[in-house]
């Protein structure tokens, strides 16, 4: 591939309807969403992408039922510990005073990016309880994360729901029907070669 997004965006939605269709009840479907995401990490830094933003849950996303709530915020800490595992450079973002957001992640906040993190070493952000209106009030918190240049979103539904929507300004948008515990590279791999041929021109 000539040319390969440095930051790319992953919605990684479809979990609890992946639940439902396997029987599960559906804050099950959530652990079944972390392989998809380390699988994906491994993917990327194979084509050289220098920077991932995965959406773990939104401040809106703690309306659910509690179990909902309990299991995607357990869910989100096996990730961090997960990530931190493998050669990435992780930044946790999102509303950290609320008590939605999980403990287990406080020591993951208000980390400085570092200048130059290696060519062996992918950064990740995670957004967790994240909302554009809590970013906006808080003077953009999210402003150290780089634009990204493509968007991946699993489960069918065509929408970036608050997803970081300066950096997304110039964004271009791929979704996958199947559901995110159903990730496969040759997904993540399709979307790559149709950003081939997007003409990317930032409004020029």
């Known amino acids: 591939?000539?040319?390969?997004?440095?930051?790319?965006?992953?919605?990684p939605d479809g979990n609890r309807r992946w639940a439902v269709k396997n029987g599960l009840k559906k804050q099950e479907g959530y652990a079944?969403?972390?392989?998809?995401?380390?699988?994906?990490?491994?993917?990327?830094?194979?084509?050289?992408?220098?920077?991932?933003?995965?959406?773990?849950?939104t401040v809106d996303n703690c309306k659910r039922p509690g179990?909902?709530?309990?299991?995607?915020?357990?869910a989100c800490v096996t990730a961090a510990k997960m990530l931190e595992q493998e050669q990435a450079e992780l930044y946790v973002i999102g509303?950290?005073?609320?008590?939605?957001?999980?403990?287990?992640?406080?020591?993951?906040?208000?980390?400085r990016r570092q200048q130059d993190c290696g060519p062996e070493t992918l950064r990740v952000n995670f957004l967790v309880n994240y909302?554009?209106?809590?970013?906006?009030?808080?003077?953009?918190a999210s402003s150290g994360i780089p634009r990204i240049?493509?968007?991946?979103?699993?489960g069918g539904m065509c929408r970036l729901s608050g997803f970081l929507p300066i950096q997304t300004v110039y964004s271009d948008l791929y979704i996958v029907k199947e559901l995110w515990p159903d990730f496969q590279e040759t997904q993540f791999t399709d979307a790559l070669e149709w950003y081939q041929r997007q003409d990317v021109t930032l409004g020029g």
């Open 67 to 74: 179990e909902q709530v309990a299991a995607f915020s357990d």
């Open 32 to 57: 079944h969403g972390l392989k998809p995401g380390l699988k994906l990490l491994r993917a990327a830094q194979e084509y050289g992408i220098q920077e991932i933003t995965y959406y773990g849950f």
């Open 1 to 11: 591939m000539k040319r390969i997004p440095k930051h790319i965006g992953i919605i």
């Open 95 to 111: 509303n950290d005073k609320s008590p939605c957001f999980p403990a287990g992640l406080l020591p993951y906040t208000g980390k």
């Open 131 to 140: 909302g554009w209106e809590w970013d906006m009030k808080n003077g953009w």
């Open 149 to 154: 240049d493509l968007v991946i979103r699993w």
